[in-house]
């Protein structure tokens, strides 16, 4: 079975401030994939970031980037300057890749940038 | 550009009723799914269908059931909805080939009084 533990309820932080957001996993399998999801206040979510377990670059995007780190089974987002825009929920996921695998999601971070 | 919709994007129900959520997907993916989405608990997965006519219980299935007469459409209904069934509930769909690779639907906010 594959958890993902998001310890972070919630996070405050004014614009302009860094902030990162954890994600911790478990699994046996050795090929998963882990993943990012925004989700605003419309409830819709949105797709950030996809990464498979043989590939551990680091990744930037913008004022995102990512940090997975195996050996801590970590996969962390950091938002660089913050912007009110940002403020949403934050969910990472994990699928592993055997049969019919489902995704696993995190509890989510909800994150408030005031300005 | 794959696309998943879902019939409302909100919805008001009252206690007893019985309430269908559909959703279709535009590109012959075989797998679909239905997750509730509750603050503080993350996604939850529902039910998930394989294929059509298939279907599997997910992780909270309780008070759910499930319909898959054709490939697009994946319906999930209440059969007699109640107030601890408000929520965000949101489909998804992807080919069973690309596992990784999950498209979601709005997402309903249904409301059950």
């Known amino acids: 079975a594959q958890k993902v533990t998001q310890a972070q309820t919630e996070i405050s932080v004014v614009e302009k401030e860094d902030v990162t957001l954890d994600c911790v996993y478990e699994?046996?399998?050795?090929?998963?994939?882990l993943f990012w999801y925004k989700q605003p206040p419309s409830g819709e979510l949105v797709f950030l970031i996809r990464?498979?377990?043989?590939?551990?670059q680091n990744e930037i995007s913008g004022r995102y980037s990512w940090n997975f780190q195996k050996s801590t089974s970590s996969f962390n987002f950091t938002i660089t300057a913050s912007q009110v825009v940002d403020s949403a929920v934050y969910f990472c996921?994990?699928?592993?890749?055997?049969?019919?695998?489902?995704?696993?999601f995190g509890k989510g971070t909800m994150l408030l940038v005031s300005p | 550009d794959v696309k998943v919709t879902q019939s409302s994007r909100y919805l008001v129900k009252r206690t007893g009723e019985k309430v269908f959520l559909e959703c279709v997907q535009d590109m012959d993916h075989e797998n679909m799914f239905w997750y509730r989405q509750d603050p503080g608990l993350g996604l939850r997965l529902i039910y998930f269908s394989y294929d059509v006519k298939m279907k599997e219980k997910g992780d909270i299935p309780e008070g759910y059931s499930v319909s898959r007469e054709k490939k697009e459409r994946f319906s999930l209904i209440l059969e007699s909805a109640s107030t601890n069934q408000t929520s965000m509930y949101l489909c998804?769909?992807?080919?069973?080939?690309?596992?990784?690779?999950?498209?979601f639907g709005p997402g309903t906010r249904l409301t059950v009084t």
């Open positions: 996921a994990l699928t592993v890749n055997s049969g019919y695998s489902t995704l696993t």
């Open positions: 990464r498979n377990s043989f590939d551990e």
């Open positions: 699994t046996r399998d050795t090929t998963y994939y």
């Open positions: 998804a769909s992807r080919l069973t080939s690309r596992l990784y690779e999950q498209y």
